[in-house]
T-cell receptor
């Protein structure tokens, strides 16, 4: 059974730092990995989707990488801002499946 | 463009009552799903549908029913509410794509916060 882990569960940093958020998964037979953002009281917003054939995806200040063989993905946030404060979740999609397996998320606080 | 719309945003029920959570999407997505989110448990899949007339169970389907009569709508019915069903419920949708909906970007509604007393 696929398990997705995000450590640490929470992170508090000063504004301007470059951040690395971690996601690990137990079964490397995945088709993709998605990173989501969730603001308090809101739904999830998909930030980046990396297909298994890709090594990374970039969107603005966000860069996500994928290493299937080691069962890891990282979300890099450059020059963090208070507006980046949110919970970040990763989820893996597996071939032939209609289901995503989610991590429990990491709550990020960026202090001004 | 409305995306995925969920109603109501908040609901309080008494044990044993029934109700329906509504979900509608205007993106012509084939795939729709329901999740519940609980502290310390993360997001868990309740039911999903890959098209009108087709539904299947997820990880935690007990106590919930779904139907998919149209592409746009995917209501979730609580048959007899229990305190264990107190949670935040999210509806999500995506295209099915060539390799299945789990390989497509997933769009979420803003959630329904349900309390069962």
């Amino acid at each position: 059974k696929q398990e997705v882990t995000q450590i640490p569960a929470a992170l508090s940093v000063p504004e301007g730092e470059n951040l690395v958020l971690n996601c690990s998964f137990t079964d490397s037979a995945i088709y993709n990995l998605q990173w989501f953002r969730q603001d308090p009281g809101k739904g999830l917003t998909s930030l980046l989707l990396i297909q298994s054939s890709q090594r990374e995806q970039t969107s603005g200040r966000l860069n996500a990488s994928l290493d299937k063989s080691s069962g890891r993905s990282t979300l890099y946030i450059a020059a963090s801002q208070p507006g980046d404060s949110a919970t970040y979740l990763c989820a893996v999609g597996q071939g032939g499946s209609e289901k995503l397996v989610f991590g429990k998320g990491m709550k990020l606080t960026v202090n001004p | 463009n409305a995306g995925v719309t969920q109603t109501p945003k908040f609901q309080v029920l008494k044990t044993g009552q029934s109700m329906t959570l509504q979900c509608a999407q205007d993106m012509n997505h084939e795939y729709m799903s329901w999740y519940r989110q609980d502290p310390g448990m993360g997001l868990r899949l309740i039911h999903y549908s890959v098209g009108a007339g087709i539904t299947d169970q997820g990880e935690v389907p007990n106590g919930y029913n779904v139907s998919r009569s149209t592409t746009e709508d995917f209501p979730l019915r609580l048959l007899s509410a229990a305190p264990s069903q107190t949670s935040v419920y999210f509806c999500a949708s995506s295209y099915s794509g060539d390799r299945g909906p789990a390989n497509e970007k997933l769009f979420f509604g803003s959630g329904t916060q349900l309390s069962v007393l």
